[in-house]
């Protein structure tokens, strides 16, 4: 597990990706535009989000919601393992109205860390009928997995967790997700705000976790795999997406998700 090992598998519902790793990486701060359900398989891990700092050891359930900071590093000299899959918001906010009788579309993950035997077993079931093509009935079988452990991790009156802006640091928010490839300048987004640099930037930790700084590079990450997934050269979606080269986007990408754009473009084929 040197230098670890990241395996998109191939998945035929849309809105839906499965990964597969194992690795000694310490993941920086960073967020997924989708909610993701995992479960560690071998090892451990410490992760600190806006859910407070958790471990996960094996057999434990482990969630994202999109949007939602976090980071993720090995306990131990072993490293970990787990399966994951993300999930298309628009997938999980019809899965929550079918759950609430059209009620309520609105659905958040309510802990980081579930220690659930049979919540593990049915995310590798889930993890499964999603990625073996040779499952008879893997269709009918993953949404029935799928709906019971929403109903079993979340909650239907979900706060949006992202979606919420306060007023002081919004302008500056809407101008990186509305264009991040742009040359956005800290004083720039300070000015659109009536804020010092140092204020925007204090104002912008506490309420997103992330620095501006960091939050565009997170939008242009974003908008990257977006253009991969389109089908984009390499090249096009580093020039696309803000970034200097395919080099910068490169070292950002593997630093976030722990696998190159090129091994996220093979799989997406």
């Given at each position: 597990?040197a ?69 993720g ?121 009536g ?75």
């Open positions: 597990m230098r670890g090992r990241f395996t998109m598998h191939r998945c035929a519902v849309p809105g839906i990706e499965a990964v597969e790793a194992a690795s000694r990486h310490s993941f920086a701060r960073h967020t997924h535009d989708r909610f993701g359900i995992g479960v560690i398989e071998r090892g451990a891990q410490r992760s600190l989000s806006g859910r407070g700092p958790v471990e996960a050891g094996s057999g434990d359930v482990i969630t994202v919601n999109p949007g939602e900071v976090h980071d590093a090995p306990i131990g000299d072993a490293g970990r393992s787990w399966r994951i899959v993300y999930l298309d918001p628009a997938l999980v906010a019809e899965a929550a109205a079918d759950i609430t009788d059209g009620r309520r579309r609105a659905y958040e993950f309510m802990s980081p860390v579930v220690a659930d035997p049979r919540a593990g077993r049915r995310v590798c079931g889930l993890f499964d009928a999603l990625t073996d093509d040779r499952e008879p009935d893997a269709g009918g079988r993953w949404e029935a997995l799928l709906l019971t452990l929403l109903v079993g991790l979340g909650t239907g009156t979900g706060t949006g967790r992202g979606s919420t802006v306060p007023d002081a640091i919004a302008p500056a928010r809407e101008m990186i997700d509305d264009d991040p490839a742009a040359p956005l300048a800290l004083a720039d987004l300070a000015r659109a705000c804020l010092s640099r140092y204020q925007l930037i204090r104002a912008f930790a506490k309420a997103t976790g992330m620095t501006p700084h960091a939050y565009l590079v997170q939008r242009r990450i974003d908008r990257a795999r977006a253009l991969i997934a389109e089908g984009v050269s390499l090249a096009e979606a580093a020039a696309g997406s803000g970034f200097a080269d395919q080099s910068h986007m490169t070292r950002v990408f593997v630093g976030k998700y722990g696998l190159s754009p090129g091994v996220y473009a093979d799989a997406l084929r």
